[in-house]
């Protein structure tokens, strides 16, 4: 994967050395990098880049200005491949509205920001919408919850200041990005500074939120970074990275750090509170479901309640939880976790599986 990074170009994003103490409020692009530098476990096939060669849309003519929030969303409804031209430097684009997928627009979907972008929420709303059951974005099946597109794609961009605080549709959360039904992947993708409700019982996903996946497959992340740094984490009642109910995550090479689960109560809420608080980097719930982490770096994560670094409940305990490869260090649960793993909750089929892993207070 590390040769693919390379492919990628990774030092065209200012502040390759290292992480930059520049605010991510005025200069996003000066973060972290995208993924864990010491990650070296092997990508599926089906989770590798998508090929971007012959977009249906390109925005922007070459120019900054000509990459504008508009023209993001309208690319985004057309679907199919979408690619930038906003010139040869790193660009923010300031989203005055939420880009929202169309269902009948791909059935593969991707965009792909070139390691140049960078889509910004402003505080004021969530920057990606898919809802394969959302009537506004068209039904294509009469299984909503349950169909194989669209297949969307995320890859090489960087998402900033998303919030989805107050969204009520499917529960909420999915600061950044909000994904239900069909297929999702993301890759070499940044999160920094994203949020979502502050309390909550199931509410969570400060940076992305998935739901419903086509035959209960898993959603991929691969190369990606979630915070990273002092100043660029996410938070939310719950995951301040990842959230999902009833799906499986395959996270592959990436990083989360400094992101945080702000709830209080739970789930189910205790009295007299508003509930949450759990899985500060990962949030997951539901029943017959697995997450698999590989290569990945989790570190400085925090949780009111369960969970500093992983939140991970199968109601009827069907659920697997896998780490392999990978070091979960330095990630307080406030409220309760499970003896012997750190910064972890876990309600599953068996004990979680560590390979060659590193569990630390």
């Known amino acids: 994967m590390r040769g693919l990074v390379g492919l990628l170009g990774v030092c065209v994003l200012v502040g390759c050395g290292g992480d930059d103490p520049v605010d991510p409020m005025t200069n996003p692009q000066a973060g972290p990098v995208a993924g864990n530098p010491d990650g070296h476990c092997s990508v599926p096939g089906e989770a590798m880049l998508e090929d971007v060669s012959s977009p249906r849309t390109v925005i922007g003519d070459g120019t900054p200005a000509s990459c504008t929030s508009a023209a993001v969303v309208d690319a985004v409804a057309r679907g199919g491949v979408i690619t930038f031209d ?3 430097d790193p660009v923010t684009i300031e989203m005055e509205a939420t880009a929202k997928i169309v269902n009948d627009t791909g ?26 059951c959302d009537q506004a974005q068209k039904w294509t099946t009469s299984h909503c919850d349950n169909q194989d597109h669209p297949q969307l794609t995320v890859q090489n961009l960087t998402f900033v200041d998303g919030n989805s605080k107050g969204e ?31 309390t909550g019982p199931d509410v969570g996903g400060a940076a992305v939120r998935v739901l419903s996946q086509f035959e209960g497959r898993e959603a991929f992340v691969v190369d990606s970074t979630f915070g990273g740094a002092e100043g660029y984490g996410n938070t939310c ?16 090479n990436s990083l989360f750090s400094h992101n945080q689960a702000i709830g209080n109560g739970a789930n189910p809420a205790k009295p007299n509170t508003p ?3 759990s899985g ?16 990945v770096n989790m570190n400085t994560n925090t949780a009111n309640e369960g969970g500093g670094a992983i939140f991970f409940v199968s109601n009827d305990r069907s659920g697997s939880l896998v780490i392999k490869d990978s070091s979960l260090t330095g990630n307080p649960s406030g409220g309760f976790e499970t ?3 750190p910064g972890i909750f876990v309600l599953a089929k068996d004990p979680p599986t560590i390979d060659n892993s590193t569990l630390t207070p």
């Open 237 to 252: 009642s719950n995951g301040g990275g990842l959230s999902s109910i009833g799906v499986s995550y395959t996270v592959i």
């Open 168 to 198: 009520t549709t499917d529960g909420g959360g999915g600061g950044a990005i909000f994904v239900r039904g069909g297929r999702f992947k993301l890759i070499h993708s940044r999160f920094f500074n994203n949020v979502c409700d502050d």
């Open 107 to 132: 059935p593969k979907i991707v965009i792909d920001g070139g390691n140049k972008v960078t889509l910004s929420g402003r505080g004021a709303h969530r920057i990606l919408y898919m809802n394969t």
């Open 275 to 277: 509930g949450g608080g």
């Open 280 to 295: 500060g980097a990962i949030y997951n719930d539901g029943n017959t479901f697995t997450l698999t982490l590989c290569g």
């Open 339 to 341: 003896d012997g793993y």
């Open 86 to 88: 906003c010139g040869p």
